[in-house]
């Protein structure tokens, strides 16, 4: 069985050396052996040609495209407010304190004779205009005559009018009166000064009054002639 399969080995083998050395020639027919093409064959698309010049719209679509960059809003400068200069302060130049000028102190003894020559006229009676014995007096006219009396010469005046005499010191409070002094007072519903009466000392003053119709004394430290106080004037 072996020695069979040897014999038919190398059969084939002899064989197979035999055709390669001795090829044979076939003999085609072109009509048969022509191949059908069934359906269409797709031809291949170009490739583009490195050096083929692209188209504007190729171009175009080439570039890269950009963001469109946001332009920078610009802050508005403010423009700078032109402040005024300011102008230099003159630095006041504060007033020299003027001292009060002191009042005098009264003369005593013409004080006192002045104040007898008030109270001797007591309960005469009051009349407006008034300026002697005979006819009465009122405010005015009870200082004028006092006074004349006393040896002070002075006009006929009104009790306004004494008040402007400023050739006597003003005395500005009740604590600082003296006997003699001129005490002139505004009463309610009066814009100016309406009253003058002579103080004589102690807190009581003279005067002619028109409420009692005749020539009376009164305490001046009360509500009533303390608001009605405007200031004295010494004249002795």
Known sequence: MNRKRTVIAFGLAA?????????????SDPERDKIQIIGEIEKPTPASSATETPTEEAVVSAQPI??????????????????????????????PTEEPTPVPKSDRAKAKAFCETAKALLDLPYHRGGTSEETGFDPGGFVYYCLNEAGVKV?????????????????ESMDDLERGDL?????????AVN????????????????GEGKVITAKIRTNYWEEAFVFARRVF
């Open 15 to 27: 064989l197979l050396l035999l055709g390669c050395a001795s090829p044979q020639i076939v003999n």
């Open 66 to 95: 950009e963001a469109p960059t946001a332009a920078p809003t610009e802050a508005p400068t403010a423009i700078p407010t032109e402040e005024p200069t300011p102008e230099p302060t003159d630095v006041p130049t504060a007033a």
């Open 155 to 171: 006009r006929h005046k009104t009790s306004k009018g004494y008040s402007e005499m400023s050739e006597w010191p003003i005395v």
């Open 183 to 191: 005490c002139f007072f505004r009463t309610p519903g009066n814009d």
């Open 195 to 210: 009253c003058v009466t002579i103080y004589l000392g102690d807190g009581r003053m003279i005067y002619p009054s028109s």
